[in-house]
């Protein structure tokens, strides 16, 4: 027997176990009544124990329902304990999906085509695109629905019964969900028993997907903990830019273009830099070896430049105190060989071809001019 069919808010119940089996190598148990809801209609099964041993999956076969248990259990009689801050969280979402897509269907006349609950946002489907425009209107009025307070019964119905919405053929007895005037739904899933339960009903998500659209959405406990992450992020956002609620918007832009102009300045700076250090050179039987803050782009330019009057060039940027990233450069030598035998005397690593080699290694920089003092 189905309790949570019977009364969803059900969230202990006692049970006989009816038989033992293992399922994808976990221990398993069928009741001879449960109040578990298992994985189906979009809703994911519900959590909780049977007499203390954690539920961990919930599967429904043949009309038969086995527990997936965290260990074997011997009893034959069972208390069973649902996860209820799981459970009325997925009733909740759930009868706010029913609620928003009866007004889809009434309004739009298109169908929801695809539901699932998942640990962050509902993911709700219609068949055709709805711009944002006509989506927070449906949003208003399915609050509107809330607030109203309804009652939402589920029943069982005879085939033959046309009058309700429904997204797989059934056959048998039909259990079929009613919100007065906004819904009615062939559903096996758990339901809240009034509409104000639901709480709020937000839209966050809306994309085009197979043709039609896929919608984010939070329900109830979830929309308020949604808009706390949103908060919280925001708080960070105004620390970061020093700005007021809603004006961060603006800040940020402001700082990003001022980002924007500090990076062509700051490369206007570097060019000319390169032009002034490599005017500093002339031509020499000694490799060169610089220390420079210089971005990647303006050190490969430099040691093209300076590759032009040494037998080699070593130009080391410094990253910490003793973490040096280096860029060697020759027209005459292998460059992969000598930073083969830099990064066999000092921890680090790189590699090269071509004229060119690069890496990053460990050493102070009187330790590396020493180095290249001795290789020279
Ligand atoms: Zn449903």
């Known amino acids: 027997m189905k309790l949570y069919e019977i009364n969803p808010y059900l969230t202990s119940f006692t049970a006989e176990v009816v038989e033992r089996t293992t399922i994808n190598d976990q221990p398993a148990v069928v009741l001879n009544q449960t109040a ?76 929801n085509v695809g539901f699932h609950i998942g640990e962050d946002l509902m993911r709700v489907d219609y068949d055709e695109f709805i711009d944002w425009p006509v989506l927070l209107e449906l949003e208003r009025d399915a609050n509107q629905v809330i607030a109203q307070n309804l009652r939402i019964i589920s029943d069982i119905y005879q085939p033959g019964d046309e009058d309700f919405r429904f997204k797989k053929e059934i056959t048998g007895q039909i259990r079929v969900v009613d919100v007065p005037g906004v819904d009615r739904c062939a559903c096996c899933g758990t339901h809240v028993a009034s509409t104000a339960e639901v709480g709020l009903l937000k839209i966050v998500e809306a994309e085009k997907y197979k043709g039609g659209v896929r919608l984010g959405i939070v329900c109830g406990r979830r929309a308020i903990d949604y808009f706390q992450r949103l908060l919280d992020q925001t708080k960070e956002l105004m620390h970061l830019t020093s700005s007021q609620t809603f004006a961060i918007t603006p800040a940020v832009a402001k700082k990003y273009r001022e980002a924007l102009d500090k990076d062509k300045q700051l490369a206007d700076m570097e060019r000319r830099l390169v032009e002034l250090i490599d005017r500093s050179y002339a031509e020499q039987t000694e490799p060169i070896v610089l220390f420079e803050h210089l971005g990647t782009k303006a050190t490969a330019n430099l040691a093209a430049e300076l590759a032009r009057k040494a037998p080699f060039v070593a130009i080391f940027h410094p990253v910490e105190e003793t973490t040096f990233r280096f860029y060697l450069h020759s027209n005459k030598q292998d460059m992969a060989a000598l930073a083969k035998q830099l990064l066999q005397d000092f921890p680090g690593k790189g590699g090269g071809r071509g004229p060119t080699s690069q890496g990053s290694l460990q050493a102070t920089s009187s330790q590396i001019l020493e180095w290249m003092r001795k290789r020279s």
């Not at 599967?59 to 009689?77: C, F, G, P, Q, V």
């Not at 069973?80 to 009868?95: L, P, T």
């Open 36 to 111: 578990f809801y298992p994985l189906g209609g979009g809703q994911e099964p519900d959590r909780g124990t049977l007499n203390a041993v954690a539920v961990t999956d919930v599967i429904e076969r043949d009309d038969t329902i086995y527990h997936l248990l965290a260990r074997a259990l011997t009893d034959d009689e069972v208390l069973g304990e649902i996860d209820w801050a799981r459970r009325y969280d997925h009733m909740q979402q759930h009868s706010g999906e029913h609620i928003l897509s009866g007004l889809v269907l009434e309004r739009l006349g298109l169908n």
